[in-house]
Every structure is written in C-alpha cells, then in structure tokens.
C-alpha cells in the first residue's frame, strides 16, 4: 500500500491517522506541493486533478479523502472508524463532511494562493481570510457536536472515527495561523483526546519524512 502525501496537506493527515487507527502499513510517497511535485506530468498519471493524497492498493489508485477512508472501512473493517448505526454514521460523516467539503476548501494552499494573487493581498490579508473562515467554520462545528449530544472523549462517544480523522488536521491548521480557537471548548476537548493516542501523534506532519 502506498499514500501519496505532502506533511502539510490536512488531507493526507488524515489518511495518515486512518492508516493508522486501521494498523495498517503503507509506504509514503511524497509529492511537494510548494515545488509544484503535483503538477508533473508523472504525478497527474496517478491523479488526474494533481491533488494529495491518493491511495495504491493492489495496483489500483483511490482518491477523495473522506472516500478512501471509506473504502478502508469497507475493506479492513476492523478497527471500525464507523459507529453500529446508521443514525450515527450519518452523525460522524457530517462531521466530517462539515471540515473536509465546508471549512478545508476555502483555506488550502491553492485557495490562499489564489486569493493572495488575484487580490494583491499581502501576508496579513491571508491570515485574515483564513482567520474568518476558520472561525465560520469551527463556530458551526462547534454548535453541531454539542446540540448532537453524541460526543464524548471524541466526536462519537469514546470510539475514534472519520470524524476525528478530519478535526485533528484542521485544528493544527488553526494553529499554524495562530487562530483563537478558545470559543470552541468542545472541538478542543476532542482535539487534546486525540493526541493522546500513537496513531494521532505519529501522523502529525513534524513526524513525517518531508518535514525536514
């Protein structure tokens, strides 16, 4: 199995952690984003739309994040990053739908750097954008898992999920853009959850073999 990963992507990170809480080994294939590694024509054979990550199994390529964590849990169900029913399946993959389709997109490094040239924005009108969708997005979060009243250590009850796969990755993005993230207690409480577990730390992106 190999995962075609950039350290930074959120969306990798999240493969990481699912590859992880599955224990399941895989071979890193880096693909740099700030060299443009995902344009060449070598890369855009595995993925057509240049995008991190993607997924070899078997001689097949999977791509879509929230997809291949899918594909996992069809294929290696055990552990299960799924609940029992439906009516909380639905609950986690809004979850993570809410991060991966709603709060990612308008802050990846496309996005940013697309906003910074088209509207000759400098450092500190990025960091505003991505601040104020940030805050959007984790205010929302933020109000669905605690009307839910499904969480518990993580977003469902004390059973890590794709939920918690997709919350980690953005949280450390957060971070890295210094984002006040205090109006948010119970995101972080699930976040502080998470990294208490090995599959959570060693997919964080200062452990991975392109951080250096």
């Not at 950039?6 to 880096?30: D, H, T, W």
């Not at 969708?133 to 004390?158: C, H, T």
Request: hydrophobic fraction near 40%.
């Amino acid at each position: 199995m190999k995962l075609y990963t950039f350290f930074r992507s959120s969306a990798a990170f999240r493969m990481r952690i699912a590859l992880n809480c599955k224990g399941l080994a895989y071979e890193p294939q880096v693909v740099s984003l700030p060299r443009d590694e995902h344009k060449l024509a070598s890369y855009l054979e595995v993925h057509p739309h240049g995008l991190v990550p993607a997924l070899e199994d078997g001689g097949k390529i999977y791509v879509q994040s929230l997809a291949m964590m899918e594909y996992l849990e069809e294929t290696r169900p055990k552990p299960p990053l799924l609940p029992a029913s439906a009516e909380d399946r639905a609950y986690v993959r809004a979850l993570a739908q809410i991060i991966a389709c709603e709060i990612h997109p308008l802050n990846n490094l496309r996005t940013l750097r697309y906003v910074k040239k088209t509207y000759a924005l400098d450092e500190d009108g990025v960091n505003l954008w991505y601040r104020h969708w940030i805050a959007e997005g984790l205010r929302g979060l933020e109000v669905f898992i605690a009307s839910s009243k499904k969480s518990g250590r993580f977003s469902y009850r004390d059973q890590v999920t794709i939920a918690d796969c997709c919350l980690v990755p953005q949280v450390f993005n957060a971070q890295r853009y210094h984002c006040d993230l205090a109006p948010y207690p119970a995101v972080m409480a699930i976040f502080a959850e998470c990294m208490k577990l090995d599959a959570f730390i060693d997919a964080q992106p200062d452990r991975q073999p392109d951080a250096a």
